[in-house]
């Protein structure tokens, strides 16, 4: 089955800079790659989304890189604020059943400020 | 309603009681997901449903672990004679349609606690 990895575990950056989570995955047959973000007790939110016939998308200071032929794909966040700060899940489907989602096991960002 | 909606929000019972979580996706979504995420963790897949029926149930941990969905809407996710390791916040996702990477929207989960 599919397995996501995801890097850092955690990360601190300063506000103003700029933060990138990488994540790979196992299974040639995922299409499909969003990124969530959670704050503490609080429910996952879709932030970004990108389909595998797309190498990158941008939605203001968030982008989603994808590389097919090496299965990783990055969520890059520039001139991060404070209210950035929490955990952010990639993942990762294919549509034979459904869209399941394989979830990385999490990245938790820290902009300093 | 507005958002996928869980209940009950918190769950503290003892081990080896019955317990039973319930989901109201979004109006009008047809596919509904059930995860579990543990304390720290990523968020792991339980099951699927495309209206009533479940066509992916791979990640049911045990035959304690048993969902249905009525109506094409309301699940409840039943856990039978729960264990510690059962203790984990439960995820409810609804999207508009399964099998087309609609975008999977999740409610505030039902955190459960095993004494």
């Known amino acids: 089955g599919e397995n996501v990895e995801q890097h850092p575990s955690t990360l601190s950056v300063q506000e103003g800079d700029s933060a990138v989570i990488k994540c790979t995955y196992s299974d040639s047959a995922s299409n499909y790659f969003p990124w969530y973000k959670q704050e503490l007790g609080k429910r996952p939110q879709l932030i970004i989304d990108?389909?595998?016939?797309?190498g990158e998308k941008k939605d203001q200071r968030i982008a989603v890189t994808l590389n097919k032929t090496a299965k990783h794909f990055s969520l890059h966040i520039t001139e991060t604020q404070p209210e950035d700060s929490a955990v952010y899940f990639c993942?990762?489907?294919?549509?034979?059943?459904?869209?399941?989602?394989?979830f990385g096991a999490g990245t938790i960002l820290r902009v300093k400020s | 309603g507005a958002g996928v909606s869980q209940s009950p929000s918190n769950k503290v019972t003892e081990k080896g009681k019955d317990v039973e979580l319930r989901c109201d996706p979004i109006?009008?979504?047809?596919?509904l997901y059930w995860y579990r995420q543990s304390l720290g963790q990523g968020l792991e897949f339980l099951i699927y449903f495309q209206g009533n029926s479940a066509p992916d149930k791979s990640g049911l941990p045990s035959d304690r672990f048993s969902a249905e969905r009525t109506g094409g809407s309301v699940s409840t996710l039943t856990i039978q004679r729960t264990q510690q390791e059962d203790s984990a916040v439960y995820l409810c996702a609804s999207s508009l349609i399964g099998g087309r990477h609609q975008p999977q929207h999740f409610g505030d989960g039902t955190r459960l606690s095993i004494l």
């Open positions: 990108i389909r595998s016939n797309v």
């Open positions: 993942a990762a489907s294919y549509m034979e059943y459904g869209n399941k989602l394989v």
């Open positions: 109006s009008g979504h047809t596919a």
